[in-house]
């Protein structure tokens, strides 16, 4: 089957960088996409890996590497309304998008 | 432009109980997927729908059941209620056939309770 990984909380300060990693075991995948969740709302697209390397969409970044099961989501100049929950999500070859259980990010002024 | 609308956006019901969540996608896509979302977890799939034929079903009971009308709406339909089915039920459209490797676009949500 297909799992991924992430942590459950992440703290960081207003205007800092942070990084929320994401790990997956999978047999086979398209690629790797991060959604953000605002509590009470809906997810939203933020970006997508289908190759290995640096995606960039402004202050957000993107990264993906197959050879080590593993990507991360860059967040710079973080600000208050960045405090939501975030998650990677595995597009596999049968229509489906598998999702972690998400990252609580906690945005401190 | 309008986005993802989906109605009620919330329900009550008791165990037993059948239920009909609907979704319109954005005008021009002709995709839609469905998601479960338990409290404090990810989306489960649960179908995704391409041109009113089903494309794709997650490890769902046969109680779920999902179609997609002409024009790209679709409804989902949830029989014999259980108190697990409580949940945030998520619709999303896209415009490519696949939701494995294009942007989704989310409508709010219908919140389900199961008394």
């Known amino acids: 089957g297909q799992s991924l990984e992430q942590p459950s909380e992440v703290t960081a300060v207003e205007g800092a960088i942070v990084q929320i990693n994401c790990t997956y075991q999978t047999s086979g995948f398209y690629g790797l996409s991060w959604y953000q969740q605002h509590d009470g709302g809906a997810p939203t697209f933020l970006s997508y890996n289908a190759l290995d390397g640096l995606e960039e969409t402004g202050r957000f970044s993107s990264f993906l590497s197959r050879s080590d099961s593993y990507g991360y989501l860059l967040l710079q100049e973080l600000q208050m309304k960045d405090s939501a929950s975030y998650f990677c999500a595995l597009g596999d070859s049968n229509y489906q998008l598998i999702w972690g259980a998400g990252t609580k990010l906690i945005i401190k002024p | 432009d309008a986005g993802v609308t989906q109605s009620p956006t919330h329900l009550i019901k008791t165990r037993g109980q059948q239920v009909t969540l609907r979704c319109s996608p954005i005008s021009g896509h002709k995709s839609v997927s469905w998601y479960q979302q338990v409290l404090g977890q990810g989306p489960q799939f649960i179908f995704q729908y391409y041109e009113k034929e089903e494309r794709g079903r997650g490890n769902f009971p046969d109680r779920f059941s999902a179609r997609q009308f002409p024009n790209y709406s679709s409804e989902l339909n949830v029989n014999a209620l259980l108190l697990g089915d409580s949940a945030l039920y998520l619709c999303?459209?896209?415009?490519?056939?696949?939701?494995?490797?294009?942007?989704?676009?989310f409508g709010p949500g219908t919140r389900l309770t199961v008394l």
């Open positions: 999303a459209s896209s415009e490519l056939a696949s939701s494995s490797y294009n942007e989704q676009f």
